[in-house]
C-alpha cells in the first residue's frame, strides 16, 4: 500500500512537505515552510528560540514531531528522542522558501535530490544571506557543535532515481526561478504526479507543457497540483513575461532619468528581461552585490546562458557604502560603482534597487526617474505588505517618482491549472499551495498529518 501524508502545503500557500510511504521506503517532496503558519506566533522580532533547535517548533505544531528525521543537535532540547534515519530520501521542487526552508533540520544521512540550479542557487542564497539551507563544508559551524553536512545530490529532467521500492522522475517546469520541476513517483502499486510550482505563461512555457505531457503518459493514480491562484479576483489578470517586457520597455523609453526596478532577487526571467531591456535602451544595467555573486554562481550553466557580471560591459555592480563588508562582498568591491557613479550616470541606468535599500536614493538624488514595480501588488489581508507598500509609495513621491506596476506571476491561472488537470486526468486530485481547494472540481478533502491511501 501506497500512501500520503501532508505535513504543510493543505489550505496554505507554501509550506508543502509531503510524505510518500510504502512498506520499505519513506520519501518527501519537498520541506518548506509555510509563508503564513509561522506568523501566527511571530512577528518581527519575536522569533522561535533557535538555540533550543526544534522545540519551539515542536510545541506550536510548526514541524512534524517524527522520529529518525532530525539532526541530534536540533533534538536535544526537545521531548522527541534522537534515533537513526526512518527517513530514506527528500525531493526537493525549486529553490524557493516554501520548499526548501527546514531542509537544514533534517539527519544528515537522509538523501536530499535537487537540480543543479536549484543547488547553486541556494549555496549562493546561503553565502550572501542569514539562512541556512543544508550544510556542507562551505557554511560556518555556526550552530551546537560540529555539523555534519548534509547529503546532497543532484538530479536532471527525465532522468529516473531509485530509492527503495519507489522511482523518482523529475521533470523541469516553468516558475519564477530556473532549476523547478515536478515529479513523478512510481511506487509498487501506486503513481503520484507532483507538479511543484508552475506557469505556463513565463519564458520556457514549453517545459511545463512537457511535464503535463509526461504526467498524462503516466496516468497517475493522484496528482497533487498547485493552485496558488485559482481563488484570485477577476481583476488580478494573467500578465505575462512578454507583456512586462514590452510595458516595460514603454517606461524606460519615456523616462529622462533613472529607472528603479523592483524584482524578486531569485527570479531570473525577470532578471533577464531587464537586462535585454537596458541593452537595447543602451543603458547600463545596475545590480546589487547579492545578483552579482548568484550570476557568477551560475556562469557555467549553460542552459541558462546568463551574462557573466563580471565581464558584461552592460552590467554595473552598486556596492553600498558600508563600515564593513562580508567576506565574499570583498572579492566583488573592485569591480562595483558607487552613489557618485549613479548620481553621474543613473540617466543612462536602469537601476535593480532592493526595497530595503531605498535610502540609496538620498545618495543619489534622482531627478526625472520613475520606478518600475515587478513584483506582486500588495496583498489585502496582508498589513503588513500593505505597510510596505505605503513606505515604497512615500520613498518615490520624496524624489518625484511614478510609480509602474508591472509583473508576471510566477504561478499559474486558474485556467492553466485545469487545462493540466484535464489533460492528466488523475484518479485523485490533490489540490495544494493553496486558499481555493473549494474552486477545484472534486478532489480530496485532505487534513494536515492524516495520511491518504493512493
Ligand atoms: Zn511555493
Ligand atoms: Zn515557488
Known sequence: MTSLTMFGGVNEIGGNKFLVESEKTRVFLDFGQSFSLLDDYFVDWLKPRDRFGLRDYFALGLMPKLPGLYRKSELEDTNLKYSEPECDAVFISHPHFD???????LHPEVQIFMGETTKTILKSAQTTGKSIFFYDEDVPKVKKGEEEPNDVK????????????????????????????????????????YSGDLRSHGNKPGMTSDFTQKAEEFEPDALIIEGTRVSAS????NYTELYVKEESEKVVDGTKGLVLAMRYPKDLDRFRTFYELAKKSGRKLVISLKTAHLLSSLKGDEALALPDPLKDENIKIYAREMLKYQSWESKLLEHTVDSDWMAENGNNAIWELDFLQLTELIDVQPKLAACIHSMSEPFEEDPMSQLQDEVLHNWLDRFGMPHHQLHASGHASKEEIFGIIDRVKPKKLLPVHTHGCAFFPTHVEMKKEGKIEI
Not at 520548499?99 to 533540520?105: D, F, K, N
Open 99 to 105: 520548499h526548501t526552508a527546514h531542509l537544514c533540520y
Open 154 to 193: 543532484t538530479f536532471r529532467t527525465g532522468k529516473s532515481i531509485s530509492i527503495g521500492d519507489m522511482e523518482i522522475t523529475p521533470i523541469h517546469v516553468d516558475h519564477s526561478v530556473p532549476g523547478a520541476y515536478g515529479f513523478l513517483v512510481e511506487g509498487k502499486d501506486a503513481r503520484i504526479a
Open 234 to 237: 477577476e481583476k488580478r489578470k
